[in-house]
């Protein structure tokens, strides 16, 4: 009974979720069109730096770089967080996190809940233009030659989400110590930008730079499932990939609870 009472609770709050995306869908569809000419500019970059040639990059001939960014297109779509850290530190700056405090439920939780429910909305929003997207570019298409690497690659996949979510979440936490939060996230984001492979394929970062970076988190966020989908991943170095990659999620989500855990104390103690 009580299982049956807590996931009632949370799929109410799952709902809402989805209402409150519903809400901004047209908001959504014009993002997702609009973020379809950063593709178009890549592709004509990684053009003219092949050539026309048939040679190679990394192990990538240009097919597969198109395709690789095409990949990255549909993983930013069905993972990326919108907004959520805006909101959540926008709660606990205008005081709204009081009534939150008061409703017998978890605050990650409840976000979680919040996040899958608009990513999902806002997966099916935008599905048709990324789908006439890769209709497009058709021709450079390579799916898996295996099976098991799409049951992978799902699992890479919700590892990616987890670790995006809950650093954005933290990155809200910090709305407990200053009152505006955005120079940080831009920072932090444009780092994210660089070094999770949606500028480039970090394939292409040699010797120690590159096992240093494959250390980090922003690798996990966006490279690593796409490359788990590409096979450009395979053996060993996969399974390995995937444990740091789940070793990643559970420091988020560890310092995502101490933040909490911090700040409300902070929050109680002005009298909020």
């Not at 009472?5 to 809402?16: E, P, T, V």
């Amino acid at each position: 009974m009580q299982f049956h009472q807590i996931f009632g609770k949370y799929r109410a709050i799952f709902s809402i979720g989805l209402q409150n995306t519903f809400v901004y869908r047209w908001n959504f569809l014009l993002r997702s069109l609009f973020a379809l000419v950063p593709l178009f500019g890549t592709v004509f970059v990684w053009r003219a730096i092949y050539g026309g040639t048939s040679g190679t990059i990394a192990g990538y001939d240009f097919g597969q770089m198109v395709f690789y960014f095409l990949v990255i297109l549909l993983v930013d779509n069905l993972i990326t967080p919108t907004e959520d850290e805006w909101q959540i530190a926008a709660e606990i700056r205008e005081g709204q996190l009081s009534s939150f405090l008061l409703k017998p439920f978890d605050f990650l939780a409840y976000r979680s809940c919040i996040f899958v429910g608009s990513r999902l909305l806002y997966t099916m929003v935008t599905l048709l233009p990324v789908l006439a997207v890769f209709w497009w570019y058709r021709q450079y298409l390579e799916w898996p030659s295996h099976a098991s690497t799409w049951g992978l690659f799902a699992i890479s996949l919700v590892m990616a989400g987890a670790i995006q979510f809950l650093i954005a979440y933290a990155l809200a936490m910090l709305a407990f110590w200053i009152l505006e939060i955005s120079t940080v996230v831009f920072i932090l984001y444009s780092f994210e930008y660089f070094l999770s492979g949606k500028l480039f394929p970090l394939d292409t970062v040699p010797g120690v730079a590159g096992t240093i970076l494959r250390l980090l988190p922003f690798p996990y966020e966006v490279y690593f499932p796409v490359a788990v989908l590409m096979e450009k991943i395979q053996g060993p170095r996969l399974w390995h990939g995937l444990i740091i990659q789940a070793t990643w999620v559970l420091l988020c989500f560890l310092l995502a609870r101490g933040l909490w855990r911090s700040g409300v104390r902070r929050y109680e103690a002005v009298g909020i």
